[in-house]
C-alpha cells in the first residue's frame, strides 16, 4: 500500500495538519501533504489511526452520493465479509463494489451500532472546483513556446491546399467535394522551429468549429484568393480573428492564376479595417500560390517573425491544461480525442477530466502518427483512454487521481442531465393550447456524425431553417454509426435520422425499415440541408387558393315550387361546373357567396356547360337573384407551399 499524505487525509475525513500530527506520534516523518507513505511501518500505523479516527467520531458515520459495501465497511470499521454477511441476513446479495441504496445502509449500521448520516457535499464540491482551478503563473517559470496558427477564410479559397504545400501532404483529395469538414492539428518544423497548425473548414455551416479554432490559436493566417477577393466567410473569418484578439497574416493566394488581382485584394482588405504594410498598414499581406510552391517560405519566416514580437510563452513544470480540438469514437480505440496542451506537461498515465469525459491517458499520438510519452505546451496529439467523446472546444485538465476524475465528470453529467430534463419539460395544458393555436409544426431530427464538431455544425445548420411554422428540433446528437438503439428514439419521436460520414449498423438498417424510420446518409452537408428544407415544404399547411372557372349572366328567374328561384343563364366566358362554388355579383358588388345546387340544359343535369351555350342554375339555399346579375364561378384548390 502506498498514498499521498492527502489522499489518506480525505479517506479519513479529517485534515492534513490533523493526520500529519497523528503521524508523527507514530515516529512517521512527514513534511508535506504531498509526501508518498509506504511500508509496512505506515501500514501498522495507518489500521491504528483509522480506529482512533472512528472512535473519535463516535457512533455516528455520513456518508453521501453512491454508497458501496467496501465504503460502508471502512466508516464502520469492520471487514467487508461482515458487512456482506448482514446484508445475506437481510436477504441483499450484494458484492464489494456494489451500490446500495442509503436505506438499506442505514439498516446495516444500526445493526452494528452506527447511525448513518448523509455528509454535506458542500466541502468536497469546494475542493473539487479548486482542482479544477488553474494556477496563474509566475513570470520566472515561463518558457517560450512554439505558435499556434489557425488557417482561416472562404470555402475553395485554397486553405487545405496551402496546408498541403506548407507540410508536404495531401488532404484535398480525401475530403468529400474539396471541402474540410474536420479540425485537422498538424506540426512543421523551420529554421529548426516548431508551428503547430490547425485546419479549420471554411463553409459556413462549421462556424462554431473555426469561432473555437480561434480561441485556442496565437496567429491566424487568412487564406484569400486573388481572382476572387474577399467573399462572405472571409468576413466572418476576419471577426473570428478580431473578437479573439488574434494578430492576422494575409496570405493572398493563386497569384499564378489568370485574372489574379492582388491589389483588388488590399483595397478590400482596408475596407474591412485592414490595412496591409504595403499601404502603410500593420497587417502583414504575402502573395503565394500553393500550387505552385511560391511564397510559402515567405510566409512562413512571417509567421515566426509575429510569433517573436508576440513573446508567446507558458509554464510546461505545472499540470497539464488545454483544450479539445476534435473528438470521435473510433470503433477499435474507443474514444479518440485531438487535444492542445496550451500549459503544463501531459504524459502518458496522468489522469484527466475533458468535460463530461474522464480517464487516464492511455497512449497519446502525434501529427505524424507516431506514439509519444510526454507533450509540452503548443503540443497537438491524438489521445486515448477517455470514459466518453468530449465536446469540441471542452478544456481538459489533469487532476491528481482517476477518481477524483470520474467524480469530477460524474457531476457535470448529472448537470447535463439536469439540464437536458429542464429543457424537454413537458408542456402544459396552455403551452399546448398554444401551440395548436399558433399551429407549429416540429421536424424531429437524431443526428449522428463521426466526430463531434460536425454533430453540432449541422444540429446549427438545420435548425436555423426553422420558420414560424415548422421548427426543426434536434432531440438527439451523437459521435459513431447508427445503432438501433438511435433508430427505436427516431421511431418513439416521429423523427428523421440523418447520418453524417457514418453508417447505420447491420440491425439498424432492417429495424429502420419495420419502424417505418426515415434514415438519410451524407458525407456533403449542402444535401443535408437541401433534404430537410423539401421535408419542411411538405410540413407547411397548402395555400388554399381560388380559381375562376368561368362567367354566366342571369337573363331569366323562375319559381318552380320545391326547388324555390331559378336562374336561366348565358355562359359569357370559361365554363362552369357542376360542383363549383358561385359569386353573384350584382352592380359590381358581391352579394352572395354560395354553391351551385344543379346545373341543367333544358331537361337534363349536364356536368359542365361551356362558353356561348345556356343553362339553368339553382343555388344552395339561396333564392335573391336578379335578372342581370353575374354568376362567377370559381373552384377552390390547395396548393403546396415552398419555403
Given at each position: 500500500m502506498s498514498t499521498r499524505v492527502d489522499q489518506l487525509a480525505k479517506e479519513l475525513k479529517i485534515s492534513n495538519e490533523e493526520l500529519i500530527n497523528k503521524l508523527k506520534a507514530f515516529d512517521i516523518e512527514v513534511t508535506s501533504e504531498e509526501d508518498v507513505l509506504e511500508g509496512e511501518e505506515f501500514e501498522l500505523a495507518y489500521e491504528m489511526i483509522k480506529e482512533e479516527v472512528i472512535a473519535e467520531r463516535g457512533n455516528v458515520i455520513s456518508l453521501s452520493g453512491k454508497i458501496t459495501v467496501q465504503d460502508l465497511a471502512n466508516e464502520m470499521g469492520k471487514t467487508v465479509s461482515e458487512v456482506i454477511k448482514e446484508l445475506m441476513m437481510m436477504g441483499t446479495m450484494a458484492t464489494i463494489n456494489q451500490e446500495i441504496s442509503f436505506e438499506i445502509a442505514s439498516l446495516v449500521a444500526t445493526k452494528f451500532g452506527f447511525e448513518l448520516t448523509t455528509a454535506d457535499d458542500s466541502e468536497t464540491e469546494d475542493e473539487i472546483e479548486k482542482l479544477m482551478e488553474i494556477e496563474e503563473d509566475k513570470e520566472e517559470d515561463l518558457k517560450p513556446r512554439p505558435p499556434v496558427v489557425t488557417v482561416m477564410g472562404h470555402v475553395d479559397h485554397g486553405k487545405t491546399s496551402l496546408?498541403?504545400?506548407?507540410?508536404?501532404?495531401?488532404?484535398?483529395?480525401?475530403?468529400?467535394?474539396?471541402?474540410?469538414?474536420?479540425?485537422?492539428?498538424?506540426?512543421?518544423?523551420?529554421?529548426?522551429?516548431?508551428?503547430?497548425?490547425?485546419?479549420?473548414?471554411?463553409h459556413e455551416a462549421f462556424t462554431s468549429m473555426r469561432a473555437r479554432g480561434a480561441q485556442v490559436t496565437d496567429i491566424a493566417i487568412l487564406v484569400v484568393a486573388a481572382d476572387d477577393g474577399i467573399m462572405p466567410q472571409t468576413v466572418e473569418a476576419i471577426n473570428h480573428a478580431k473578437a479573439a484578439e488574434v494578430p492576422l497574416i494575409v496570405a493572398i493566394n493563386k497569384i499564378d492564376k489568370d485574372g489574379a488581382n492582388p491589389d483588388r485584394v488590399k483595397q478590400e482588405l482596408s475596407e474591412h479595417g485592414l490595412l496591409v504594410e504595403d499601404w502603410g498598414g500593420d497587417v502583414i499581406a504575402v502573395p503565394v500560390s500553393a500550387k505552385k510552391n511560391i511564397g510559402?517560405?515567405?510566409?512562413?519566416?512571417?509567421?515566426?517573425?509575429?510569433?517573436?514580437?508576440?513573446?508567446?510563452?507558458?509554464?510546461?513544470?505545472?499540470?497539464?491544461?488545454?483544450?479539445?480540438?476534435?473528438?470521435?469514437?473510433?470503433?477499435?480505440?474507443?474514444?479518440?480525442?485531438?487535444?492542445?496542451?496550451?500549459?503544463?506537461?501531459?504524459r502518458v498515465g496522468d489522469p484527466i477530466v475533458a468535460g463530461v469525459a474522464s480517464g487516464k491517458v492511455r497512449a497519446m499520438i502525434n501529427s505524424k502518427g507516431k506514439r509519444v510519452k510526454v507533450a509540452g505546451p503548443s503540443t497537438a496529439v491524438e489521445i486515448l483512454g477517455l470514459s466518453d467523446v468530449p465536446q469540441g472546444g471542452d478544456q481538459f485538465v489533469e487532476v491528481p487521481s482517476d477518481k477524483v476524475a470520474r467524480s469530477i465528470a460524474?457531476?457535470?453529467?448529472?448537470?447535463?442531465?439536469?439540464?437536458?430534463?429542464?429543457?424537454?419539460?413537458?408542456?402544459?395544458?396552455?403551452?399546448?393550447?398554444?401551440?395548436?393555436?399558433?399551429?407549429?409544426?416540429?421536424l424531429n431530427i437524431v443526428?449522428?456524425?463521426?466526430?463531434?464538431?460536425?454533430?453540432?455544425?449541422?444540429?446549427?445548420?438545420?435548425?436555423?431553417l426553422s420558420n414560424d411554422e415548422v421548427q426543426v428540433k434536434a432531440i438527439h446528437g451523437g459521435v459513431g454509426a447508427i445503432t438501433e438503439t438511435d433508430v427505436l428514439l427516431a421511431a418513439a419521436s416521429n423523427a428523421i435520422i440523418i447520418g453524417f460520414n457514418v453508417r447505420p449498423v447491420s440491425g439498424a438498417e432492417s429495424l429502420a425499415e419495420k419502424e417505418n424510420v426515415d434514415m438519410r446518409t451524407y458525407t456533403i452537408i449542402y444535401k443535408a440541408i437541401e433534404d430537410i428544407q423539401a421535408a419542411m415544404c411538405g410540413m407547411l399547411d397548402p395555400?388554399?387558393?381560388?380559381?375562376?372557372?368561368?362567367?354566366?349572366?342571369?337573363?331569366?328567374?323562375?319559381r318552380i315550387s320545391g326547388v324555390g328561384t331559378v336562374a336561366g343563364c348565358y355562359v359569357t366566358n370559361g365554363k362552369i361546373y357542376?360542383?363549383?362554388?358561385?359569386?353573384?355579383?350584382?352592380?359590381?358588388?358581391?352579394?352572395?357567396?354560395?354553391?351551385?345546387?344543379?346545373?341543367?340544359?333544358?331537361?337534363?343535369?349536364?356536368?359542365?356547360?361551356?362558353?356561348?351555350?345556356?343553362?339553368?342554375?339553382?343555388?344552395?339555399?339561396?333564392?335573391?337573384?336578379?335578372?342581370?346579375?353575374?354568376?362567377?364561378?370559381?373552384?377552390?384548390?390547395?396548393?403546396?407551399?415552398?419555403?
Open positions: 496546408l498541403d504545400a506548407i507540410r508536404k501532404t495531401n488532404v484535398t483529395k480525401g475530403e468529400a467535394g474539396g471541402i474540410t469538414q474536420h479540425i485537422g492539428a498538424s506540426e512543421v518544423k523551420i529554421n529548426g522551429q516548431k508551428i503547430v497548425f490547425l485546419d479549420t473548414p471554411g510559402i517560405d515567405h510566409l512562413l519566416e512571417m509567421v515566426l517573425l509575429v510569433a517573436e514580437m508576440e513573446e508567446l510563452k507558458a509554464n510546461p513544470d505545472k499540470r497539464a491544461v488545454g483544450t479539445v480540438i476534435e473528438a470521435q469514437l473510433d470503433k477499435g480505440r474507443g474514444p479518440v480525442a485531438t487535444v492542445l496542451v496550451q500549459g503544463g506537461t501531459l460524474e457531476k457535470r453529467q448529472q448537470q447535463q442531465r439536469e439540464e437536458m430534463l429542464k429543457s424537454s419539460q413537458r408542456l402544459s395544458l396552455d403551452d399546448l393550447f398554444n401551440q395548436m393555436n399558433d399551429g407549429l409544426k416540429e443526428i449522428k456524425a463521426d466526430v463531434q464538431g460536425s454533430v453540432q455544425a449541422v444540429k446549427q445548420s438545420l435548425e436555423r395555400d388554399i387558393v381560388d380559381e375562376d372557372t368561368g362567367k354566366a349572366e342571369i337573363r331569366e328567374t323562375y357542376r360542383n363549383c362554388k358561385a359569386r353573384i355579383v350584382r352592380d359590381g358588388i358581391i352579394v352572395h357567396e354560395c354553391e351551385l345546387a344543379a346545373l341543367r340544359r333544358f331537361k337534363d343535369d349536364v356536368k359542365e356547360v361551356a362558353e356561348g351555350y345556356e343553362c339553368g342554375m339553382s343555388f344552395v339555399n339561396y333564392n335573391d337573384i336578379k335578372e342581370g346579375d353575374i354568376v362567377e364561378a370559381y373552384i377552390t384548390k390547395e396548393v403546396e407551399r415552398t419555403l
